[in-house]
């Protein structure tokens, strides 16, 4: 071990509430994840079922007695058999592009219960979506509302939309990249500008403005932001309304919620609740909410194989066979996920959860492919399996073929039950779009 520091227990605690341990080996619900891997091999994401339903059931429990509609979205993880499992609870879906809503329908989704949000809409992507029957376009722009009327005109229907407002409100979340919902971003209609457009809305022939939406950013803790922008929100509402002929009932709230990924601070969801209420107060109105993450980040591990353990520049570093391509957040954002022993019979010593600090890398060609750098790892040899926690959201939906690694499977598990729901790429999959004899266009 040279100089690594070895630590005990501490640093290693359980994944999220859907994977426990019976004696040294971690399991997803009922299955052994080393029963999976043995199967469909690493790496490969393996989300629980029961953990999903734990979350979806306690926010619906915060949010009781509320008029809320919750859409999951989508981009947070848009595996059909998340999207289905999803579905089958009564959730609607918030989504942000053309293959979305593909996806969305192939899960079951009907129109009514899609929201269709998103910062750079195409026309064919308006089009499917108001073909569709969605619940909301939500526009970002008056040039987008132009647009969505002038295709609507030419289907032959009145599209439904939702104004999203770009509230100003900053939020700490723990990385700029994560939040959206502040002045000069890219996000939504700058507040001073929405009566503007609603006014502009109600003279449009084939629209019909429904409510209003914000976004505040993501990995937020704190409730105060939520109840500024609905206090945004409602201000804007009263003022569109003061001309007597327009009804405002959709206040789309967003998603953001955080989960806990270390030491952070889970949300206080009755305070959550509360920030909402005021908007229940309006006549008619419904407050969709847009959870993501919150959902299903602590229902997924990675599973990996660590390929070769080495000693340099007085660093352990662990090299497994998971990379940048497969999990980027933490190239991305710096994200910081828990990695624990599958089996903690691996572990130095043999006897429980011991650490070592180390650099766990990924294989693909990239200074910045790590999982983790520098922290106390499973203090497990080669060949030995690690789950990397709380990669529900944001995991597999942005892995990628970068050096040619073709992306991991997924695994469904329910109680003693468990299935493939995406199986590992094959290379053949790869050049599947290629060809070495080109076909050239004369110009
Ligand atoms: C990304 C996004 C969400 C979900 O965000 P989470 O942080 O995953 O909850 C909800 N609504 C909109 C419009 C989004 O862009």
Known sequence: MGESVLTRGAAVTAAGPGFARIGSALRCEAVPLAAITERVGTPCYVYSAGAIRTRVARLAGALAGLPVRM???AKANSNLAILALIRA????VDIVSGGELFRARAAGFAGPDIVFSGVGKT????????RAGVHSVNVENPSELELVDGIAATLGLIAPVVIRVNPDVDVNTPHPYTRTGSHGMKFGVPHDQVVDLARRAAELANVRLMGLAVHVGSQISEALPYALAVRELEVLADTIEADGLTRLTVFDMGGGLAVRYGDEPEPDLVAYAAALRPLAAR????????PGRFLVADAGVLVTRVLYRKHSGGKEILIADAGMNDLVRPALYGAVHGIDAVDEADCAGGGGAQTVVADVVGPVCETG???ALGRPAPDVPAGALLAVRTVGAYGAVMASNYNSRPRPAEVLVDGDRWAVVARRERHDELVQRESTSV????S
Do not use: K, N, Q, R
Request: aromatic fraction near 10%; include cysteine.
């Open 439 to 442: 076909h050239w266009s004369e």
């Open 89 to 92: 609870m009564g959730l609607g």
């Open 123 to 130: 026309v064919p992507e308006i089009e499917a979506a108001l």
């Open 71 to 73: 859409h999951y979205s």
């Open 369 to 371: 492919d790590f999982l």
């Open 283 to 290: 006549c008619g109105a419904v407050i969709l909410v847009e």
